[in-house]
């Protein structure tokens, strides 16, 4: 630690800052591993051989450095993430045995399909704070309506680009910033931005705008509204409204969520759009063309250790929902959106689609059993528009079990299950299940 701090302070003599000016850059730093093995499962029901099953286990790597900030007026930091991914069975090639599999569910692929042996990424970013006011350029993983860091599988989805948040104002918080790419979960690679429709090796975009707010109109109500746009794709707002009321000895929580998204650019002309800036064609209008009203209502209500919530959501017909989508291996789907419906499985957004869920949890610390959580849900979708006319259904049924060690040798030792049902005529049915392990180490 001595060694770290000599180091420290020389480099920052050496940029022309004093060793007490740095103090806090040092003093305030954070450094943890997280260890992760996952196992997953997916075994898809009503496909050619299996066409698109995956089973993969690997164990994933996770080091994030947070610096503090130096003294002063403005003060600068830097924070670093790397990652590492190992294989440690699965991922054998399509066609092996007789058996058409889809590996690339936790990792990258090799030329002839299988999955590698391993995989890593990394970034760097860099800070400055002005009073109430932070702006971040570099590695970016937020977690905003408009924009979701998926963190379903064995490492995190990452982005580059650069964020401002303010809190100048009391219960007020300000974002704004630019995107420009993504790093996939299943990835090593930088990739370009798009949505669900277009393919690799067609358009794409790097230019990912955005902006808005969370307003704490008082401790229990809380409003918020964000922008973004994706050139030649969408504009996308958001509003939404959270509030929480005591009903006796529980609580009811209602969260409101509305998104209007529209084509943008390219996206908005028949040639754009047969350029590839295009979205999915096969529910909706069939033409390609972003256009599109979501909204959601869920209420929840908590009494001890229980946790009912019901809720509904509604997408208009003449196009799916639509957010960034580079999530699993280049060019597929794997990103996370921010609705409610976003599960195992499925996220329950093609167009006019109506879905109806549900979900108990319970938090067995009510009964002496601190760090045991469990949970069911059920979400059924219905009138499901097809471009060539039909109408769909589908529903999902998920279980979670989640152990947390609280005292011994084993203190903060996690360990997860999450099992999932899928079925339905809008998609392939599957089921699946995740074997989750994660441990975190602190380092600083």
Do not use: C
Request: glycine share 14%.
């Amino acid at each position: 630690m001595r060694k770290t701090s000599l180091a420290l302070a020389v480099a920052a003599s050496t940029l022309g800052l004093s060793q007490v000016a740095f103090a806090d850059f040092i003093g305030d730093s954070k450094a943890n591993l997280t260890l992760r093995n996952f196992y997953f499962d997916n075994d898809v029901k009503n496909t050619t051989d299996n066409n698109g099953a995956a089973r993969e286990w690997g164990q994933g790597f996770i080091f994030n450095y947070t610096s503090g900030f130096t003294e002063g007026t403005v003060g600068f930091g830097v924070d670093a993430v790397g990652m590492l991914g190992v294989r440690l069975d699965g991922g054998g090639r399509n066609n092996k045995d007789g058996r058409d599999r889809t590996p690339g569910a936790l990792f990258p692929l090799e030329s002839d399909g299988s999955a590698v042996d391993d995989f890593s990424k990394g970034g760097l970013t860099g800070k400055v704070r002005f009073s109430k006011t932070e702006a971040r350029i570099g590695t970016l993983m937020p977690k905003l309506p408009i924009l979701t860091s998926n963190d379903g599988r064995l490492l995190p989805q990452m982005f580059e680009g650069g964020m401002i948040t303010s809190n100048e104002i009391d219960n007020l918080t300000l974002t704004a910033g630019q995107i420009e790419h993504a790093v996939g979960r299943a990835s090593s690679n930088s990739t370009s931005l798009s949505i669900d429709g277009r393919s690799v090796g067609q358009a794409d975009s790097n230019k990912f705008y955005f902006g808005g707010g969370d307003w704490k109109i008082n401790k229990d109500l809380t409003a918020q509204y964000y922008y973004a746009n994706l050139e030649d794709f969408y504009k996308q707002h958001f509003a939404g409204l959270g509030h929480n009321l005591a009903l006796g000895e529980g609580s009811l929580k209602t969260d409101l969520r509305y998104f209007r998204t529209t084509s943008d650019g390219k996206n908005g002309s028949a040639a754009g759009r047969a350029a590839g800036y295009t979205a999915n064609t096969t529910f909706g209008d069939g033409t390609g063309e972003v256009d599109n009203n979501t909204w959601s209502a869920a209420f929840t209500y908590s009494l001890r250790g229980h946790a009912l919530m019901l809720g509904y959501q509604r997408v208009s017909e003449d196009s799916n929902f639509v957010q960034l989508n580079q999530g699993g291996v280049e060019g597929s789907a794997g990103a996370s959106v921010y609705l409610l419906t976003d599960r195992l499985n499925h996220n329950f957004t093609r167009a006019g689609e109506r879905t109806t869920f549900g979900q108990y949890s319970y938090d067995f610390a009510s009964l002496g059993v601190p760090g045991l959580k469990a949970s069911v849900a059920y979400l059924k979708g219905t009138n499901i528009q097809r471009a060539n006319g039909e109408q769909n259904k589908e529903w999902e049924r998920d279980i979670a079990l989640d152990y947390v060690f609280q005292e011994g040798a084993l203190k903060g030792l996690g360990l997860g299950w999450r099992n999932g049902v899928l079925r339905g005529n809008a998609a392939t049915d599957a089921d699946q299940n995740r074997l989750i392990v994660s441990y975190t180490i602190p380092l600083l």
